[in-house]
């Protein structure tokens, strides 16, 4: 059995990032702020501030760690890639951009930095370049599921319902039980006059669209 060890950076960089994810951010400022205590090289900087018990200050001084730590090594893509997410958090989505690519300077071969690349376009409203950060994904990994339904959705954003839809199967063909990817593929269904093949989707099996799509 696996037991969490406290001071293992790779586990509370991984921790720390999965609740923001989940939308848990007092949890995942938690382990971002361990990290930081954790490491060899940056552990000096959390001597100069407290945890704060207030979200909002505790996210602006682990933003302020994270940024401190770039100062000493510039090159770091984990540091990149947290201030890419917190600055997610704080709706700051053209310095979360700069923060995934130079991240990408280092790791250009990760295809979870390039669907966050991704992420953070769209959420910027850049949907016509999420669709080539998505793409860059999925040549790196084919069945990554959560880069095909992203994708698809930003094809949605741009109109674009054909390639959305065809996006949104592929996606469902790796993971049926996506009841959300169901929705959306529905929805683009519904804008493409296709109503035929709404009732379809109720059925829940990919097999049937075959002949309509490519995918």
Known sequence: MYVFDPYDLDALLALGVSFTNQIAFATALKYL???????PEYSSLAQQTKQSMHLHQECKQVVELFENATKINPDDPDLHSVLGVL???TSEYDL????????LQQRPNDPTLWNKLGATQANGQKCHLAVSAYSKALQLKPNYVRALSNLGISF??????????QSYLASLRLNPHAESIWDYLTMSLLYLGRE??????????VSQ???????
């Not at 035929?196 to 099996?205: A, E, Y």
């Open 33 to 39: 702020r361990e990290w930081i205590v954790s490491h």
């Open 87 to 89: 600055f997610n958090i």
């Open 96 to 103: 979360a951009e700069l923060h995934f690519k130079k991240a």
């Open 156 to 165: 949605a954003n741009q109109k674009m319902h054909r390639e959305a839809c």
């Open 196 to 205: 035929d093949l709404m009732l379809l989707t109720q059925q829940r099996d």
């Open 209 to 215: 669209f075959e002949k309509h799509f490519d995918f």
